[in-house]
């Protein structure tokens, strides 16, 4: 029913895929902000979902089928954790409780990306996605939004830089918090994860075959930022 509604306004979706690191969560919700559109950081979802089967005891080899039931009934709430809640810009909320921090440990990356690779549990987020499409607009962030969830979006940007420029700057945004961290562990970190979201067979990470790639290796934030602004001025007017 959303995706018909989707269908006929396409010129509303803008989709930011690419892998770990590469500043997407970062534009897609600067770029939201600045066009007034709805944010899909897909990622969150992953990530929440990781920390439910933890929770549970469950394990991305062994539990599949139970992990996908997890999937289908996941309380997940962005910004609140519920409707009359008060907003909180940013937060993921799984039930009742703030995961916010709890979802981005190196732990909760590297079960986000198993759950991830399970393809029933990637059939039951789809809809979930989808359902986030709104009359002002969607910018969604993730690895499979320009190839599977929305592959009418007006604009597909594809944002990658080196594995060792994406290491470096997690280093230094952890060095940064005060938190001790060791480069050559977060670089061997990194191409794990990015092996096992490209080697998947359900939707693995990879550019639409429309989408505008972005290699931001040895680019700021700024002027990453730039170049998607054109972009968007170009095709949407
Ligand atoms: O974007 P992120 O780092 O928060 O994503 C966490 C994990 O979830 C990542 O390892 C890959 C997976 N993911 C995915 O498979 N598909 C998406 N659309 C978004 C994230």
Redesign the pocket.
Known sequence: MVWKFASSMPNHVITI?G???SG??TIASRLAKRLGFTLL???????VL?LAAQRANLSPDADSDAIAELANNLDIGFGRPSIDSPWIEGSVWFGIEDVSLA??TDEA??M??????ISAV?TA?LQR?RDFLSANGLV??????GT??FPNAAVKIFLTASVEARAERRYKQLIGKGIDAILPALLSELQA?DA??TQ?SA?P?KPANDAITIDSTAMSIEQVMFQVIDLVNKKLG
């Open positions: 895929d892998p770990s690191g997407k969560g950081d897909s990622g969150a979802l992953y990530r990781g979802i981005r990356s590297a986000a990306s198993q759950v991830a690779a990637r987020l996605q969604a962030d993730g690895r499979d939004m599977t969830v994860r096992r979201d998947r939707s990470l």
